[in-house]
């Protein structure tokens, strides 16, 4: 049995394309796929039907939808590239923002936000935020974990996606916002004993249940950046072993 409900229907295709008219600017989306993967057909045909609901600029969608094969050699270089090693995989920005398994259910609604944000050049952070992530020294893995049924889940996303998205943005790409679907990876999940959803980690390390405030996470994307994780969480928790 399916855990998530895939809807390609014509209403579903109708408001995509209603939704996605405010594109500005083209976005690339790769999806990575393979062998033995139950869910790499919808996920493509997923991604598909957006490209196809987008608008058209010059002639042009400006979605664009690269399908990568871990069984074709010619796309093993792409995938080492964006360091993707699951499948399916959607990515964007270079492989800055993905999302490990299916963006089924609840979570298609922050993946389309997030292509629309990137294609307006907007991330919505605020500008302490911004001048934060430009600084950032070190590499921080968000990694939220989701399922396609939480309805808090996309919000959780959205806001490491825009982290991502903005120091990316800034010339300073240090940070990865990885959507991570619990159902398809059930050891990422059980590797944070993960009960409750959206739950996010910070390079290893689960630091928040729930959707945490713009103006507190960046903080602790900061923190993680410098290894002071356990630090500011043993401060704001009493104890940096768990929450």
């Not at 083209?26 to 999806?31: A, E, G, Q, T």
């Amino acid at each position: 049995m399916a855990f998530y409900e895939l809807d390609l229907s014509e209403e579903f295709r109708k408001d995509l394309e209603e939704t996605l008219q405010d594109m500005v600017n083209p976005v690339v989306v790769d999806v990575f796929v393979g062998p033995n993967c139950d869910t790499c057909d919808d996920t493509v045909q997923l991604l598909k039907m957006m490209e196809d609901a987008s608008p058209v600029r010059n002639g042009k969608k400006l979605l664009t939808v690269r399908v990568f094969d871990k069984s074709i050699k010619e796309h093993e270089k792409y995938f080492r590239q964006q360091r993707v090693e699951r499948v399916p995989t959607v990515t964007l920005i270079e492989g800055y923002i993905r999302y490990t398994g299916i963006p089924a259910g609840e979570e298609i609604k922050g993946l389309v936000e997030t292509i629309l944000r990137i294609s307006e050049g907007d991330s919505g952070l605020e500008e302490e935020t911004g001048a934060i992530l430009e600084t950032l020294k070190n590499e921080v893995h968000i990694e939220v974990i989701v399922t396609p049924s939480c309805p808090y889940c996309p919000y959780a996303a959205l806001l490491a996606n825009m982290f991502a998205y903005e120091a990316y943005k800034r010339n300073n790409p240090k940070v990865i916002a990885d959507t991570v679907e619990a159902y398809e990876n059930p050891d990422i999940a059980d590797k944070y004993g993960v009960t409750s959803v959206p739950a996010i980690a910070l390079n290893g390390k689960l630091a928040f249940i729930g959707v945490p405030v713009e103006e507190d996470f960046i903080h602790y994307v900061k923190a993680a950046s410098e290894g002071k994780l356990e630090e500011i969480m043993l401060k704001d928790y009493g104890d940096a072993t768990s929450l």
